[in-house]
Structure formats: structure tokens, C-alpha cells
């Protein structure tokens, strides 16, 4: 019998070529009669490619073996020079058919081969005289927790080994064998997430993680719930107040529909710069008789004041003994009701849904993502705790970008101590860049997200959910939470500003700042073009101090020439605070 090698196709004759019996292709005889040649045959039938139907222009006869036929076929099945099949979608190995992989593009016998890949897991070794654990069923759940963020890098678990809120609950849940000593090790496995990523210091009464758990592990006598035996693990600034099961597609970051926050700032914030300031001495050359737009009980009481010392480097970062006394004395300030409504109507200007590309990092004005919807804000009566009066403001948006809640509510308060009008917050919103200082983060809070179409879902069980699942409603915890509030996150902010002067320190900063980056603080409620730090503004000032520098001559070349704004090292500086790349994704907030 012949060879059973694969047959391969033969390559289609050349219009030069001649046939086997002596006679030109049939395109050439039809060049020459001046006729348009005809379509070339796809496959000259020869002895090694056999055919039993006629091809025009082709005098060859063949005969065709059926056996032999069937037997080359099964041999180019089975051949070695088959090309194995990709797994997945399309020609790419694993890329969903999006386009051939690059080892795909090689071509002749070197070619990758590719199979599925193997499967490189392997289970955790036993040590010696360790019994098998009977496996227990994991379940998808909503976990309820509560914090103090002072000390924490933030909510997110890391794998650098940095101490997050997430990261001390994970390993309270393996203690308490919620967690699988398998899957303890690596959170990924338990599939964690959060529906606020809050920033470094950032406290909450209320924040949901979605994981999958055991539900009922085996808990230690003396306690009666996991929530319970999980307390017993955790540090007391962190809580866990309870845990629902939810269906299997719940994920905490995407179904939360809103989220509500808290941000407190002593009332004494609100008081004006002193006369001798830089920002009082820059109020009063752009918008004269401004103080006279401002509550005369804060002007008196600033005026009232002693000049501050300039704060030196001093061992342990302790304030002058001359400010402090100044810091104390401004403790009993109580705000009057002219200023504390004019800060209501500037927290009024959020309200709906606005760009709010200057009050986040990294991202232009025409990015679809800066536009967010603020339902409602409430500057509630001021309360005293301790010594100092503190001002409450909730904010309940339906989501909120890096830095966006400390960002207004610093703009609040700067248009409220320099008797800039309201209309100045719709200006931000437009297409000119700003840089809009941070408020500390000591306070803020959040209060707790919202899951309402969640909820509304599984109680109507619609898109036809079959699953019995609670709510997720930290409604039943109110009082926990409040009391928690209270003891471990009202009573640390009051401590760490007396001890520490957070919001003084923050408001001598922005009183002696010297840069053009405050100036769209004034009466008129616009935006300066030395305030303006989008791109063609600044071009426009370096052509504008370009030819200034050229006109003045030698004596003033270069002035003002890569000069740089101290607002402008402000924004990198934040910039570099943070992975631009979960900026972009969203996954920051507060």
C-alpha cells in the first residue's frame, strides 16, 4: 500500500506553466484570443490530490480509490502535524478571542503547541500527626462592622503587611473559624470586598464586607453568636456587629447604591483670618471691606487675639507656648447664627449632580467619571463635647471619588471664613482647574452604606430570585452604633485635637499660605486667571511672563520663568499619595 504521510494540498499552477501534456494553461490561451482570463482552478487534480469532480479548462482523468481515500483521512486526523486545538474562545490562547497570542504567530514545525494548562494547586501539607478537618460549607455573607480608623492605613486589606481595619477582621475570622486554614492564608480566596474603601485615619460606624464564610463554625463556650467570639478577637476600636447571608452574585462595592457620611469640624473653624495674615492681607487688596460681609461676634474675636509665633522645628513636634495659649482660648469660641447659616448655604451648592473634577486627584474635567449625584446634605445645630463645639455635616451622595467629601467640605469652609459668596461653588464645577486643599481626615466618618434596590429585590424577589435572604440594614444595630460612635470615635477626634491641634495646625496653614492658589477666594465669586491651573491658563502665564522678562531686558530676564506654584507641588504631591490606577477604577473614596 502507499504511504499513509497526510496528503497536502498542491500549490495552483503558475500561468506560465505548462500542463502535463504539453499544452499552455487555459488563462494564457484566452490572454492571447484577447478574451479576460479565467478564474484559475483553486486545485490541480493529480494523483496526489484526487478528485472526482471536473474542473473547466482540465483534461485529466483520475481514479479515485475509496479505501485508500477513507485511509489518508483518518491519517491526517490523527497526524502528528495536526495542529492542536486552543482552549478557550477565537484562535488566542486564553484571550476570549480577542486576536492570536504571540507565541500563535509562529509558523512551521516550531510552532507552540499549546493544551490546556495544567493545574498547578496543591493542597496544603499536613503536618505530622495533624487529623483532617471535616470540611465545612462556605456561604456568601454580608459582614457589619464598625471602626475608629486612628492608626490604620486605611479599610483594605494589603499584602505588603500594613495594618488595615480589613486585615485585623480577616484574622479574627480565621481564629474563630470562619475562615478555612486553607483559604487563611490568602484573602482572595474568601473572594473580600468592601462597599467603602476608606482612606488612612478615616473612621465608620457602619461599613459592609462581602465575603464567602462559614456560617456556623464551632464557637468556644461562653459565647452565643460569631459575632460575639469575633469581638472577643478584635481590638475594641473595631466592631462586628453582624452578618446576613446573601445571594451568591452580592458584592458589597457595587451594591451599595448610596453611601452616607458624617464630617465634624470644631466650630472655631469657621472664624476669618487674622488682619495680619497673609490670606487677610490678600482679602483685603482683591475684595475691600470684606470683613464687614462676616459675623461681627467672630471678626471681634479674632481681632481679640494675639499675632502668632512662627512654629519652629521643636523636639516632638510641640506647639509654641504663645499659639497654645491662643488654641485654648479659641476652644470656647460658640459660632453665631449669621455664620453658621451662610456655611448652610454654601453646603446647600452640592446638592444634585455636578462635575466635581476639582475635588479629586487625577482626573480632567471631561472625564464621564467626575459627574456625581449628592442626594441630600444637612448642616445639623452645633453640639458641644467636652470643651469644644463641634459642627455636624451629613453628606449622602451616591458615590464619592478620593478625597471628594474632605475636598468640600474644605471649600465650605474657606468660602465661609472669607465672605466668599455662594455662587462660588457652581463655579467650581466648570471647565477651570483649581486647587481645592484637603480637610484633615480626623473628621470624617462614615455613617454607613445604603443597599436599597438590594433590599427591595430580595423582598420582592424579583428577576426571579427564588432565595429566603435577609436585608442588609444596619437599622437593626442603631444603638450599638451610636453608642460605639460616641465612646471610640466622638470622644478619640475630641482627644487627638486637644492633644494634637489638628484643625488649628490646618488653619494657620491655609492663613500663611503666600501662593496664587487661594485667590478664587473672594467677594466677586469667580475664578481669577492666577487661580486657573489648567493647562492653557499656566501657558498663558509663561507667555505673559515670557515677554515681560524680554521687555524688562537683562535686569529682569528670567523673572518669573520656571517659577512653579506652590499650589501645583500641592497637586503632585497628592498625586503621588495614591495608585493612580485604583484612582481610575474607583476604588478610593471619602
Not at 500500500?1 to 498542491?10: G, P, V, W
Not at 483518518?74 to 484571550?95: A, F, I, L, P, V
Amino acid at each position: 500500500m502507499e504511504s499513509t504521510e497526510s496528503i497536502k494540498r498542491a500549490r495552483s499552477p503558475s500561468p506560465k506553466a505548462e500542463s502535463k501534456d504539453g499544452v499552455l494553461s487555459s488563462k494564457v490561451e484566452q490572454a492571447e484570443e484577447g478574451q479576460p482570463p479565467a478564474k484559475k482552478a483553486h486545485v490541480d487534480p493529480t494523483a496526489s490530490a484526487p478528485s472526482d469532480t471536473p474542473i473547466s479548462g482540465v483534461n485529466v482523468s483520475v481514479d479515485v480509490d475509496p479505501e485508500e481515500a477513507m485511509f489518508n483521512a483518518m491519517s491526517s486526523e490523527n497526524g502528528e502535524d495536526k495542529k492542536k486545538k486552543t482552549w478557550g474562545r477565537g484562535q488566542g490562547y486564553g484571550n476570549g478571542g480577542k486576536g492570536k497570542g504571540k507565541e500563535r504567530e509562529k509558523k512551521g514545525p516550531d510552532a507552540v503547541k499549546y493544551d490546556r494548562r495544567p493545574n498547578d494547586w496543591t493542597p496544603r501539607e499536613k503536618k505530622e500527626g495533624e487529623e483532617t478537618e471535616a470540611r465545612l460549607p462556605k456561604r456568601r455573607c454580608a459582614l457589619l462592622v464598625g471602626y475608629c480608623g486612628t492608626g490604620y492605613h486605611g479599610m483594605q486589606i494589603q499584602t505588603h503587611g500594613s495594618e488595615t481595619i480589613e486585615g485585623d477582621v480577616f484574622a479574627a475570622l480565621v481564629k474563630a473559624g470562619a475562615i478555612s486554614a486553607d483559604n487563611a492564608n490568602d484573602h482572595r480566596k474568601s473572594d473580600v470586598q468592601r462597599a467603602a474603601r476608606t482612606d488612612a485615619g478615616v473612621h465608620a460606624a457602619g461599613n459592609c464586607i462581602s465575603l464567602k464564610m462559614i456560617v456556623e463554625p464551632p464557637l468556644r463556650e461562653g459565647y452565643n453568636t460569631l459575632a460575639e467570639y469575633v469581638n472577643s478577637i478584635l481590638p475594641a476600636q473595631i466592631r462586628m456587629w453582624g452578618f446576613v447571608r446573601t445571594v451568591k452574585s452580592f458584592n458589597a462595592r457595587t451594591a451599595a447604591d448610596s453611601r452616607i457620611y458624617e464630617y465634624l469640624l470644631p466650630s472655631y473653624c469657621l472664624l476669618p483670618p487674622g488682619r495680619d495674615d497673609p490670606l487677610g492681607k490678600r482679602l483685603d487688596k482683591s475684595s475691600p471691606g470684606w470683613r464687614d460681609l462676616l459675623g461681627k461676634e467672630a471678626v471681634d474675636f479674632v481681632d481679640a487675639a494675639p499675632s502668632f509665633e512662627p512654629e519652629g522645628e521643636e523636639e516632638g513636634g510641640k506647639v509654641n507656648p504663645k499659639n497654645r495659649g491662643e488654641f485654648e482660648r479659641r476652644r470656647a469660641f460658640r459660632v453665631d447664627s449669621k455664620t453658621l447659616e451662610r456655611f448652610r448655604e454654601l453646603i446647600a451648592q452640592y446638592k444634585g449632580t455636578h462635575n466635581f473634577h476639582n475635588f479629586t486627584v487625577g482626573k480632567p474635567f471631561n472625564d464621564r467619571t467626575v459627574k456625581r449625584f449628592m442626594i441630600k446634605l444637612e448642616v445639623k445645630d452645633p453640639q458641644v463635647y467636652g470643651e469644644i463645639e463641634w459642627i455636624s455635616v451629613m453628606i449622602h451622595g451616591q458615590s464619592f471619588m478620593l478625597h471628594q467629601i474632605r475636598k468640600m467640605i474644605s471649600m465650605a469652609m474657606l468660602a465661609c471664613r472669607t465672605a466668599s459668596p455662594p455662587s462660588l461653588i457652581p463655579e467650581t464645577f466648570g471647565p477651570k482647574r483649581i486647587h481645592v486643599p484637603k480637610a484633615p481626615p480626623l473628621g470624617l466618618l462614615l455613617e454607613a452604606p445604603q443597599f436599597g434596590v438590594y433590599n427591595t429585590r430580595i423582598t420582592s424577589k424579583a428577576n426571579g430570585l427564588q432565595e429566603d435572604r435577609d436585608p442588609v440594614d444596619f437599622g437593626l444595630y442603631a444603638e450599638q452604633m451610636r453608642d460605639f460612635k460616641v465612646k471610640w470615635i466622638y470622644e478619640k477626634l475630641r482627644q487627638e485635637e486637644l492633644e494634637a491641634h489638628v484643625f488649628h495646625k490646618w488653619m494657620r496653614q491655609m492663613d500663611c499660605t503666600m501662593s496664587n492658589g487661594l485667590a478664587f477666594l473672594n467677594t466677586q465669586g469667580t475664578i481669577p486667571p492666577e487661580a486657573d491651573l489648567s493647562k492653557g491658563a499656566k501657558e498663558a502665564r509663561r507667555a505673559a511672563a515670557a515677554a515681560q522678562a524680554k521687555e524688562g531686558g537683562a535686569g529682569g530676564e528670567g523673572e518669573g520663568e520656571g517659577e512653579k506654584d506652590i499650589a501645583d507641588e500641592e497637586i503632585e504631591s497628592e498625586d503621588e499619595e495614591v495608585d493612580m490606577e485604583e484612582v481610575k477604577r474607583g476604588e478610593w473614596e471619602g
